[in-house]
């Protein structure tokens, strides 16, 4: 089921900043639009400069929360987060759902790329459960597997 709606901390609507770029040569695709996000770029711009972000509109949003409730999804094996900087916005607006969310795998950077993203502490810091809660399984280059502790 495709749902054409961004995920973020409250239901209505946001802008979402899309990318577009020229990608250099060598890269295995031609057009770059994989950078589009809620968040305004920051870092990114400098990181890859060849990403434009030119143009913008408006998107639905929906909480994890309101869409799980919506659609009585009571439990979550697996939930890949690639939002591009916006991880603060579904992790407060799914809240219930993560806390029976078993494994979460989301995009974290070491340096800002967007404004306002936040790092790996302060995602498992947010994440429900409280500290311990949450387990980093695996931290890659710009991303990291989390287990929900709590759920086994």
């Known amino acids: 089921t495709i749902v054409e709606a961004a995920v973020g901390d409250r239901d209505g609507e946001a ?12 890269a ?29 509109l408006k998107v639905k949003v929906v909480r994890l929360d309101t869409f799980c409730r919506e659609n009585s999804i009571d439990r979550i094996d697996f939930i890949w987060a690639d939002v591009q900087g916006a991880e603060d916005l579904v992790i407060a607006g799914g809240q219930e759902a993560l806390a029976r969310t078993r494994y979460f795998y989301t ?5 800002p790329m967007y404004e306002g993203q936040i790092d790996l502490s302060q995602i498992t810091a947010r994440l429900p459960g ?14 990291a597997l989390l287990r929900n502790t709590r759920l086994g």
């Open 107 to 111: 995009e974290c950077y070491d340096r």
């Open 15 to 26: 802008t979402f900043n899309l990318s577009e770029g020229k990608v250099p040569p060598g």
């Open 130 to 143: 409280g500290p311990g809660a949450w387990e980093v399984m695996h931290r890659f280059p710009t991303a």
């Open 28 to 56: 295995d695709v031609h057009t770059w639009t994989y950078s589009s996000s809620l968040k305004a770029p920051t870092g990114h711009l400098k990181e890859a400069p060849w990403v434009k972000f030119q143009r913008s």
